[in-house]
């Protein structure tokens, strides 16, 4: 048994990391088109596009990870039962529920290695590269603490609490400097609105200046702002939760909850993160049943097609429960968990079919 479980061990990830090699190669291949077009805007030179997508790497093996590890257990499985080796294995007495142990085996090493991807390589990587391309692009020193966005204009730092989906900003702290580096003024904002133009309307506006040693408080209902910020920048500055390491999440909610306001897309991300390990096992044990499903009428590229067609299904759906989650208020957990236990579900019944055949 020991044999059998090494040699199964040695097929699929040799089958995993082939399918890894041409998926993240396709990936680093649009990413590098995607970027081309913003060739030339201010300092972003064909260097700072390289090191960009070599930094997108670490974040796009990790979200690969379930749908590289179905399609190559799908193909190593597929080779078995084309070369009838997967029938001599049957028929020496290995049970469909001990090859399902076998792929567990494999499937957690898969899956601590999908955790190490996502809590520590792949969030500080993604925030690089996100960094590097917007002070080439904007010249723009930017950065996002549990206070909000900071971003250095000119003479002026701007702290931004919240970014709404609409593009709505939420708590607007600006600090203007003087040549000499001394501190002018302090405005806070409690709402800035997008009119275009890199203009904003900031309302309910308290000013502190200061005046030789002397400070002034004054109050304005509203007035505009000129500045470097306009959404598609803060789209590229802000990190995306799903995007951020699991004790990121797990902070930044608990600070959005100690404010009192909303983070349930961040408790959604967080779930979904925690779910991901488990969903790269799922899919290794979907793959055992789904592989020798009419084996005798589906050929190896059959295989392959159908793995990535459910690797597909399981990424959209999991974006899917999580909007609606986001939209209609479900339980966070819900939102997260649902799509891995509709798969985990589909491997049950396969494998209970598959038995009393």
Known sequence: MKTLRRYLVREIMAATALVFVALLMLFAFFDLVDQIGD??????????????VLFSVPNHVYELFPIAVLIGTLFALAQLVASS???VMRTSGVSLTRMSVMLGGVGLMFAATAFVFGEFVAPPAEQFAQRLRSQAVTGLVAQEFRS??????????????????????????????????????????????????????????????FDDRKTNVSTIAEESWQSVLDPNLLNMLLVQPEQMSAWNLHSYAQHLRENRQKALRYEIALWTKIMYPLAVLVMMVLALPFAVYQRRQGGVGAKIFAGIMLGLAFYFLNRLFAHLGLLNDWPPVLSAVLPTLIFLGMAVVMMWWQERR
């Open 39 to 52: 060739l030339g805007q201010g300092g972003y030179r064909l260097r700072h596009i390289l090191v960009f």
């Open 85 to 87: 080796e997967y029938t």
């Open 148 to 209: 909000g966005l900071w971003v250095k204009d000119g003479k002026s730092f701007i702290n931004v609490l919240e970014v709404m989906p609409d593009a709505t900003l939420k708590g607007v702290r600006i600090y203007d400097f003087d040549d000499q580096s001394h501190l002018r003024s302090i405005s806070f904002a409690k709402h800035g609105d997008y009119q275009g133009g890199r203009r904003w309307v900031l309302k309910d506006v308290v000013r502190t200046t």
